[in-house]
């Protein structure tokens, strides 16, 4: 059984070396390969780093953003607030006016005729 290993194993090496052949052609056949080993880890390093830039690159604009959010945020919570408070003013303007229509329209013809006699 020892023996069958030996022998798989054989053949998986084989096997290994002809891929390596056709998929890196000379420089595997040159003994190049620990070079080009090397030329893949720089390749790597250069990629990880310029990685690691734009993340952090990435990460300061997302805090940028977070901020702009929470000031939008505040301010549209401000305007809200705004809107409640003119709308309840408008809705005890519209109570008043209807439970005295008369009255304001006293009031406005009033004005106006005060206005217009000042004119005169």
């Known amino acids: 059984m ?16 002809n ?10 056949n040159r003994q190049c390969l620990p070079l080009f080993s090397l030329s893949l880890y720089l390749l790597y390093t250069v990629a990880k780093q310029s990685m690691e ?10 805090c940028f953003i977070m901020k702009e959010n929470e000031r939008l945020r505040k301010k549209a919570e401000l305007l809200n607030q705004e809107n409640q ?23 406005n013809n009033v004005s106006s005729s005060s206005s217009a006699s000042g004119q005169s």
């Open 2 to 17: 020892h023996k069958h290993n030996t022998t798989h194993d054989c053949c998986v090496r084989r096997e290994i070396k």
């Open 19 to 28: 891929l390596l052949s056709l998929a890196f052609g000379d420089l595997y």
């Open 53 to 62: 830039r734009l993340n952090s690159k990435l990460y300061v604009e997302n």
């Open 85 to 107: 408070q003119l709308l309840v003013q408008l809705k005890q303007k519209l109570s008043k006016a209807n439970k005295n229509p008369n009255g304001s329209n006293n009031d």
